[in-house]
């Protein structure tokens, strides 16, 4: 029994579900951040699987395009959470609830 | 077989992602994540994209972790202290749409096929690394280059952010003689305060500044 384009669009869907639960309940920038990239990567997951059942290199070149905007997203998210911190000395998302500095 | 390999890698990446979401201390979190990482290049791999898995080892589990890592590390991060939690009321209401979103889950997993045959068992050429190349050179070329821009905007603000720069301007300069500034000027974060400093020469005043003085010929 071979893998079917379900299961991986099943298993996608649980990793992404754990992602929107994460950033919903965790309290720390941080963390919140790497929710986001788990939810990234199942959004690439997906992209994966259509492009390799369907045999069409298009979706490996979004998932290229998707790895390079989480790498931009990585260099200034992780620039906001220092300022952040600096300014506040705190990273909890509670108290940074001010766009003001 | 191929069945149980997927079974294998989709429990690590699914196991990492709820161990990330449960712990409480980021770093491990963190490697959790890397776990995550891991799993789904194995998966990449089984369906026959070899280049994706490899920029996924190298990128995200390479790259954007250590930069994570970092992060952590520099920051020092303390876990997370358990408080009680917000919104409780809201709690069945989660429940019963939960069930309503898997409940239509299963009535497309179960009631609708028209999935594709399976060509992962067969040799095929789409995630071959010249393939995507000439993808991505081709059809592909806006896209790419707008990406290029993106990374571009990336670097900058992620130094803009990063910078430690107080609200005086590189070129600021002081003037010799006695000196009263706000307390806001040396640090950022004491914004408001505006109790004065006095300083008393030129040097002291340079040195709390962190600027350069107007004429270095004068000695204050």
Known sequence: MTPQLSWYLALSAVLFTIGVVGVMVKRNVISMFMCIELMLNAVNLTFVAFSSFFRDVSGQLFVFIVMTVAAAEASVGLGIIIAIFRNRESLDVDDASVLKL | ?220
């Not at chain 2, 990492?16 to 998966?43: D, E």
């Not at chain 2, 910078?163 to 005086?168: E, N, P």
């Open chain 2, 1 to 220: 077989m191929v069945a149980i390999l997927f079974i294998l890698f989709a429990g690590l990446a699914i196991g990492c992602a709820i161990s990330m979401v449960a712990q409480r201390n980021p770093l491990y979190s963190a490697i959790s994540l890397i776990g995550v990482f891991i799993g789904l290049a194995c998966l990449y791999v089984m369906l026959a994209a070899p280049f994706i898995a490899a920029v996924q080892v190298i990128v995200y589990a390479g790259a954007i972790m250590v930069l994570v890592v970092f992060v952590i590390m520099l920051l020092n991060v303390e876990e997370e202290e358990r408080r009680p939690l917000r919104l409780r009321a809201l709690m069945p209401i989660a429940v019963v749409l939960a069930a309503i979103l898997f409940a239509e889950a299963a009535f497309i997993i179960f009631f609708v096929h028209a999935s594709p045959g399976t060509p992962t068992t067969n040799v095929s050429d789409i995630g071959l690394t010249s393939s995507i190349g000439a993808g991505l050179f081709t059809s592909y070329l806006l896209p790419f280059e707008i990406t290029s821009l993106l990374l571009l905007m990336a670097i900058v603000g992620a130094i803009t952010l990063a910078r430690r720069g107080g609200l005086l301007p590189q070129d600021a300069g002081v003037v010799p003689g006695d000196q009263v500034f706000p307390q806001e000027l040396l640090d950022r974060r004491q914004v408001g305060d505006l109790s004065p400093v006095a300083t008393h020469s030129s040097e002291e005043a340079e040195r709390l500044l962190g600027v350069k003085r107007t004429s270095p010929n004068k000695s204050g």
